[in-house]
């Protein structure tokens, strides 16, 4: 089993630009997770879907989309990216809510120039 | 809002110290989960405590939940050079078990 896998490793964009994040497991879970990591703040949750078909914004969700795409796949869409979304980006998954283990995919680095 | 403040933001300890990270939240937590997330690396769960006054050891590693459900501790005895990393506790909603609250993290250095 892979886990959580995420696409790109590595990105940079212009400001402006858009580019999606991809994510998948291979944990039959059902809730997954996108975070972003700054330097010193932790992880801030970005958006969650507690079961497929369901998004929900978390923390700082402006100026981003996401999809549920399966049960599997969860995206995370920057549609204009303002060097702001430098960050790393972490997808993760449990196996449901209510505050369950949470599984984090490798990360995805990424800067807006 | 609802925050998890987590002291110190970094400590260095000479090989073979003791180190502690606290956290503290606004809000009575469920549960609490800890993390360890090496350099370059992602989160990986540790433990979760969900009672209050809960203590969990792991080897050298000792977790403890407060009796009121809003602080917690991570103590690791005799610190070795594999312990390197960011230690982050993270809280569970009481109102909502569908969000995490993360701490800031404690950054822990070994001094060979």
């Known amino acids: 089993n892979a886990g959580v896998t995420q696409t790109p490793k590595f990105q940079v964009l212009k400001t402006g630009q858009s580019m999606t994040l991809q994510c998948a497991q291979d944990m039959n879970h059902n809730s997954m997770y996108w975070y972003r990591q700054d330097p010193g703040m932790g992880l801030r949750l970005i958006y969650y879907?507690?079961?497929?078909?369901?998004?929900d914004k978390g923390e700082v969700p402006n100026g981003y989309n996401v999809s549920r795409l399966n049960k599997r796949e969860f995206s995370l869409r920057l549609e204009s990216a303002a060097p702001s979304q430098t960050s790393v980006y972490f997808c993760a998954s449990s196996e449901g809510t209510s505050g369950l283990e949470q599984f984090f995919g490798p990360g995805t680095r990424l800067t807006v120039l | 809002g609802q925050q998890v403040m987590q002291i110190p933001q970094y400590q260095h300890v000479q090989e073979g110290e003791d180190f502690t990270t606290y956290c503290n939240s606004s809000?009575?937590?469920?549960?609490i989960q800890w993390y360890k997330q090496r350099p370059g690396g992602h989160p990986v769960f540790l433990i979760q405590l969900v009672k209050s006054g809960e203590v969990k050891k792991q080897k050298r590693l000792t977790f403890q939940f407060g009796e009121a459900k809003k602080n917690s501790s991570l103590h690791i005895t005799a610190t070795q050079t594999t312990d390197v990393g960011t230690y982050f506790c993270?809280?569970?909603?009481?109102?909502?078990?569908?969000?995490?609250?993360w701490g800031a993290g404690t950054k822990l250095i070994i001094k060979p």
């Open positions: 879907s507690a079961s497929e078909g369901t998004t």
């Open positions: 809000t009575t937590l469920s549960n």
């Open positions: 993270a809280g569970s909603r009481v109102d909502s078990n569908y969000q995490l609250i």
